[in-house]
């Protein structure tokens, strides 16, 4: 066992205030993350709390999260002259408390999932790291540390300056490179229209249909409330509609198609009814259509639905401008009191076209809705009946590198951008490290960067998360470089 966790050390302090902070934003960030949109109180939470159970996998991942916790723990109780003893009973007591808060927090966030026996698995984890890994690493962090800053102190200043200058603008072409893969601009010009089924009759969606308009432009909540009624939605120049107050309907814009009838259809005074091997389809493909839309590189699609069984649990294809069911440009699907949205971007796989958008109870009765969905190449919106919805969907390059490996999921969009901006922050803050020859302006790129790295998008698409993006990678500059000098004061 290594002596230096057995004597009070200073060192010892601030290595293990900087390891906590690493461990605790990637702790939350991994604990804290909504799943999904559903109802988010269980109806009894403290027995679900005290009598849920988790599978082996989770159980081991739990004790692997709280690890690197039970290091850091270790070090700092140790820097302050606690004993063996002591520390592994301060690090067990500190990851319990941390884990309970955590599982009680998991009880108001959407997909997760709450128990004690979690807390158990997270202060063993925390425990074993502090007891074995603690005295074992410490001893190569120290010599890691200390070649690492004789080797900065022999680094001229404007070599870092120059190299963080390459770093900014390497990251600005990630950033706009990747994000130009968020614009509908790879839609097929071979896809129909379809209302109440694919095109091949599956995946059938029992339901009526009042009006249906697609256009080549992102809606704000002002359009939106605009376009409760077919003749005002037709007054805003649609790429194609149709009005199914008649039939035939009545069809309205450049590259509309005329609808061929599947199936014996019905017609009332809410529109045509379909489902149950009826839809309608055009009788060719929408030629033109992908062109505008990647021109303008946002859509809105806009229809009146009512569904004539709300909880029906199959998925059923309301509006379908694709080809089949695993073929879509965009797809607005019911499933159950959800509203599901299937679009085609750069980034999403070809099979099912993920992420699939959930926007949670849209639907809860057979009485017909105005549904607007909108799409500006980053912000997914919903509108039901000129009202925005509370979900909403952010799209950004993050979630592009993301998928070129695994499917990002609807709970993911938006949250791996902000990740990634943070990353390609975190190479600035090497700005307060004591450099050779070190001047004021060696902070320059630092202050700078946050603003590169988040308002760069701008020049792909408006992007409303850059903002966001700006702010954490700020904080992120800010709060390691701070860490850093004062970590380094040890040295200098």
Same mark, same amino acid.
């Given at each position: 066992?290594?002596?230096?966790?057995?004597?009070?050390?200073?060192?010892?302090?601030?290595?293990?205030?900087?390891?906590?902070?690493?461990?605790?934003?990637?702790?939350?960030?991994?604990?804290?993350?909504?799943?999904?949109?559903?109802?988010?109180?269980?109806?009894?939470?403290?027995?679900?709390?005290?009598?849920?159970?988790?599978?082996?996998?989770?159980?081991?991942?739990?004790?692997?999260?709280?690890?690197?916790?039970?290091?850091?723990?270790?070090?700092?109780?140790?820097?302050?002259?606690?004993?063996?003893?002591?520390?592994?009973?301060?690090?067990?007591?500190?990851?319990?408390?941390?884990?309970?808060?955590?599982?009680?927090?998991?009880?108001?966030?959407?997909?997760?999932? &709450?128990? %004690? =026996?979690?807390?158990?698995?997270?202060?063993?984890?925390? /425990?074993?790291? *502090?007891?074995?890994?603690? @005295? !074992? $690493?410490?001893?190569?962090?120290?010599?890691?540390?200390?070649?690492?800053?004789?080797?900065?102190?022999?680094?001229?200043?404007?070599?870092?300056?120059?190299?963080?200058?390459?770093?900014?603008?390497?990251?600005?072409?990630?950033?706009?490179?990747?994000?130009?893969?968020?614009?509908?601009?790879?839609?097929?010009?071979?896809?129909?229209?379809?209302?109440?089924?694919?095109?091949?009759?599956?995946?059938?969606?029992?339901?009526?249909?009042?009006?249906?308009?697609?256009?080549?432009?992102?809606?704000?909540?002002?359009?939106?409330?605009?376009?409760?009624?077919?003749?005002?939605?037709?007054?805003? &120049?649609? %790429? =194609?509609?149709?009005?199914?107050?008649?039939?035939?309907? /009545?069809?309205? *814009?450049?590259?509309?198609? @005329? !609808? $061929?009838?599947?199936?014996?259809?019905?017609?009332?005074?809410?529109?045509?009814?379909?489902?149950?091997?009826?839809?309608?389809?055009?009788?060719?493909?929408?030629?033109?259509?992908?062109?505008?839309?990647?021109?303008?590189?946002?859509?809105?699609?806009?229809?009146?639905?009512?569904?004539?069984?709300?909880?029906?649990?199959?998925?059923?294809?309301?509006?379908?401008?694709?080809?089949?069911?695993?073929?879509?440009?965009?797809?607005?699907?019911?499933?159950?009191?959800?509203?599901?949205?299937?679009?085609?971007?750069?980034?999403?796989?070809?099979?099912?076209?993920?992420?699939?958008?959930?926007? &949670?109870?849209?639907?809860?009765?057979?009485?017909?809705?105005?549904?607007?969905?909108?799409?500006?190449?980053?912000?997914?919106? !919903?509108?039901?009946?000129?009202?925005?919805?509370?979900?909403?969907?952010?799209?950004?390059?993050?979630?592009?590198?993301?998928?070129?490996?695994?499917?990002?999921?609807?709970?993911?969009?938006?949250?791996?951008?902000?990740?990634?901006?943070?990353?390609?922050?975190?190479?600035?803050?090497?700005?307060?490290?004591?450099?050779?020859?070190?001047?004021?302006?060696?902070?320059?790129?630092?202050?700078?960067?946050?603003?590169?790295?988040?308002?760069?998008?701008?020049?792909?698409?408006?992007?409303?998360?850059?903002?966001?993006?700006?702010?954490?990678?700020?904080?992120?500059?800010?709060?390691?470089?701070?860490?850093?000098?004062?970590?380094?004061?040890?040295?200098?």
């Amino acid at each position: 066992m290594s002596h230096w966790c057995d004597a009070r050390d200073p060192r010892l302090v601030r290595y293990g205030v900087a390891l906590l902070l690493l461990v605790l934003v990637g702790i939350l960030s991994l604990t804290l993350y909504p799943f999904d949109f559903s109802d988010p109180w269980p109806i009894q939470p403290w027995h679900v709390l005290v009598f849920g159970l988790s599978h082996g996998v989770d159980m081991l991942q739990n004790v692997i999260l709280f690890v690197p916790l039970g290091v850091a723990l270790s070090w700092l109780l140790a820097g302050f002259g606690m004993g063996r003893r002591g520390q592994i009973s301060g690090v067990f007591i500190v990851a319990a408390v941390v884990a309970f808060g955590i599982e009680c927090a998991q009880l108001l966030i959407p997909g997760r999932t &709450a128990a %004690l =026996l979690d807390v158990l698995a997270n202060a063993s984890g925390a /425990a074993l790291g *502090g007891w074995v890994l603690a @005295p !074992l $690493v410490i001893p190569v962090v120290d010599r890691i540390i200390r070649a690492g800053l004789s080797i900065v102190q022999r680094v001229p200043a404007g070599v870092v300056v120059g190299g963080m200058v390459v770093w900014l603008v390497s990251a600005g072409w990630v950033q706009i490179h990747w994000q130009r893969a968020t614009l509908p601009v790879n839609w097929s010009e071979r896809y129909t229209f379809q209302i109440g089924a694919a095109s091949d009759g599956r995946r059938f969606w029992p339901g009526y249909v009042r009006f249906v308009a697609l256009y080549d432009r992102a809606f704000d909540h002002a359009d939106a409330q605009a376009t409760l009624t077919p003749d005002n939605a037709f007054a805003r &120049a649609p %790429l =194609l509609a149709y009005d199914f107050t008649h039939y035939p309907p /009545a069809q309205v *814009g450049p590259l509309v198609r @005329p !609808l $061929v009838a599947k199936g014996k259809l019905t017609f009332t005074t809410e529109g045509v009814g379909v489902g149950y091997q009826c839809w309608l389809m055009s009788d060719e493909p929408l030629t033109g259509v992908a062109a505008a839309v990647a021109r303008s590189r946002a859509f809105t699609v806009v229809a009146r639905l009512a569904p004539r069984d709300p909880a029906r649990p199959a998925e059923g294809l309301m509006i379908n401008y694709g080809w089949q069911i695993d073929s879509h440009n965009i797809s607005l699907i019911q499933s159950g009191p959800d509203l599901l949205v299937r679009m085609r971007l750069p980034f999403t796989r070809p099979v099912d076209d993920r992420p699939p958008l959930r926007f &949670a109870d849209v639907f809860h009765d057979t009485q017909p809705q105005v549904v607007v969905f909108s799409y500006d190449g980053v912000i997914a919106r !919903l509108f039901v009946d000129g009202q925005p919805h509370r979900q909403w969907y952010a799209f950004g390059p993050g979630e592009v590198l993301v998928n070129r490996l695994l499917p990002v999921q609807s709970h993911q969009i938006g949250g791996w951008s902000i990740a990634l901006a943070a990353v390609l922050s975190v190479p600035l803050a090497l700005a307060g490290l004591p450099w050779r020859y070190r001047r004021w302006w060696v902070w320059l790129p630092a202050i700078v960067g946050p603003l590169i790295i988040g308002g760069v998008l701008w020049l792909a698409v408006a992007q409303p998360l850059s903002i966001v993006m700006v702010c954490w990678s700020g904080i992120t500059v800010l709060v390691s470089s701070t860490v850093i000098r004062w970590f380094c004061s040890l040295y200098l």
